[in-house]
């Protein structure tokens, strides 16, 4: 670590194999290309993340964190499922896993074209619930990881906000009474294709 | 802050220069291809702008400031330079995203088109109903702030957006040798509060009644910033007067200067004819006007002989100090 100035540059070497680790210039978790191992920078030194990895068909990989969560309204608890269907009048969508478990919270990791379109892609996985099973893989290509933990905590709120009928949100007393509570977040890729400047992901016929 | 913002730091495994954007997390380094990871004290990066101006070109901004500010031109070349200081004052930078939520109540505007008894048409506008209405807040983020109280220098912010200097990482041991190094006052947390409270006033529309938000900031990325100024005094006549000028583009930013001498003729001259006039009219008329002009005398300047030659002799006079900044 250089510290000659008040500035410290870490170069980025894998802790693991001591591969070089490429990184654009806003990614904070990296990905080894080497032994896939994956590395966050916490406090000026690298700590590992676990990064796991979807099944399913595609050219590009997009990462998400994936949070299971509690929602509270004034219409009562929502932490299954079914219940967050209800709370959104969406229907189900594939396979979506048991009615009954969690629901889950999806949170790009990746940049998008605006923060708008980051808005949109986590809304309308969310609204989806895909079933993740992760696979043991190597994928080639992932999108740059650019959001923490942290950050997908942030900005969870909005997105499932964002999945909530227009008539709730109105409501100064739904809002009043809505309290989110995300629990541990897991960072997974989900394979996409590539179209122009779009991605699409057949199984669930979703167009980012 | 806008792209063209470079820091050139060192590689620490080649020990290549390369250069870092401001608000970037990450690096490669051209000559060994190794990425870097830039960061600093408690993982905030402080970088400072080099000055393009020397002592004697503050000094020069100085003097042709003066020369458009209303300052007699004999001043201006006679005045004299004490001393000069260079200081770099610290600014914090906060890049990010603004994600949330915002729920509103206002009221809603009815446009009628009404008929009028000469049959003219009008659009008359009436208060509707109370609408609520929720937006998603999602915008990239980029807020300055000083990070101590600076207003002595006259300096409210500085203009990130349109600058174009390469940064350069801070080296206080470097930047000590040259000037005086301020260090930060405001803490992150006053930073973070003063961004969200910014960034909630930039997206709340006007008309609101009522609102309720969960705006926060994603993806953050913190920086302080030393700015140079130049600090420096002259004297003019027998006091001394203070000038703070911007060490990147010559502006001057705060300063305090003599007033323009005139030339006061009408004064006396109006004191003496009323007194003459007053006496040769009546020698009690005469003798109340001296006294009123003795009793102004007093309460305003003395009544010592020096003042009085000084009222009747002295043809010139400098108006009062002019503050700027």
């Known amino acids: 670590m250089d510290r000659t100035a008040d500035i410290r540059v870490i170069p980025l070497l894998c802790p693991e194999c001591g591969n070089r680790l490429s990184a654009g210039e806003d990614d904070v978790i990296f990905v080894c290309a080497s032994c896939a191992s994956c590395w966050e920078l916490t406090e000026g030194s690298p700590a590992r993340r676990e990064l796991h990895h979807a099944g399913g068909v595609g050219d590009v990989r997009l990462p998400f964190w994936i949070l299971p969560f509690h929602v509270t309204t004034r219409e009562g608890a929502v932490d299954t499922r079914a219940a967050f269907r209800s709370l959104t009048g969406s229907l189900p969508v594939g396979d979506g896993g048991s009615d009954n478990g969690l629901p889950n919270l999806f949170v790009p990791a990746c940049p998008f074209p605006s923060p708008p379109h980051l808005i949109r892609a986590g809304r309308l996985l969310t609204l989806r619930q895909p079933a993740v099973a992760p696979i043991p893989c190597r994928p080639e290509r992932i999108a740059p990881i650019v959001f923490r933990e942290e950050d997908a905590r942030n900005m969870g709120e909005v997105i499932l906000l964002a999945t909530v009928t227009e008539a709730r949100k109105k409501s100064f007393a739904f809002l009043e009474s809505f309290s989110f509570r995300p629990g541990k977040g897991m960072l997974c890729t989900i394979p996409f294709e590539r179209k122009g400047p779009k991605f699409y992901h057949a199984g669930m016929n979703l167009e980012l | ?325």
């Open chain 2, 1 to 325: 802050m806008n792209g063209a913002m470079a820091a050139a730091i060192s590689c620490p495994q080649c020990g290549s220069p390369f250069s870092f954007r401001e608000g970037t997390r990450n690096a490669l380094c051209p000559s060994c291809g190794t990425s870097l990871a830039v960061s600093g004290e408690a993982g905030i990066p402080r970088f400072y702008l080099e000055e393009r101006l020397d002592l004697p070109q503050a000094r020069s901004a100085t003097r042709k400031f003066l020369a458009v500010s209303g300052v007699d031109t004999g001043l201006v070349e006679s005045l004299r330079f004490e001393k000069g200081e260079l200081c770099f004052l610290p600014f914090w930078s906060l890049k990010g995203l603004t994600v949330g939520w915002q729920w509103m109540e206002r009221e809603s505007v009815v446009r009628e088109e009404v008929v009028d008894e000469n049959g003219t048409k009008r659009t008359v506008e009436r208060r509707g109903p109370r609408e609520q209405v929720f937006e998603t807040v999602a915008s990239p983020f980029d807020f300055s702030s000083p990070a101590f109280d600076c207003s002595a220098f006259g300096l409210r912010g500085i203009a990130l957006a349109g600058a174009v200097l390469p940064l350069r990482g801070m080296d206080n041991a470097e930047l000590e040798r040259r000037g005086t190094v301020y260090d930060p006052v405001k803490g992150v947390d006053q930073v973070r509060r003063e961004a969200l409270a910014a960034a909630r006033d930039r997206s709340r529309p006007d008309g609101v009644l009522r609102i309720r938000d969960g705006i926060r900031i994603c993806a953050e990325r913190l920086a302080i910033i030393s700015y140079p100024v130049w600090r420096l005094t002259f004297t003019a006549g027998e006091r001394m007067y203070p000038v703070v000028v911007d060490a990147v583009n010559g502006r001057i930013l705060k300063a305090r200067f003599p007033g323009r001498r005139e030339i006061r003729l009408f004064a006396p001259m109006l004191v003496i004819l009323v007194l003459v006039y007053a006496w040769t009219l009546q020698r009690a008329l005469g003798g109340l006007a001296l006294f009123a002009f003795l009793g102004w005398m007093y309460a305003s300047r003395g009544l010592s002989p020096a003042t009085l030659a000084g009222f009747f002799f002295r043809l010139t006079e400098r108006r009062e100090d002019i503050s700027h900044g």
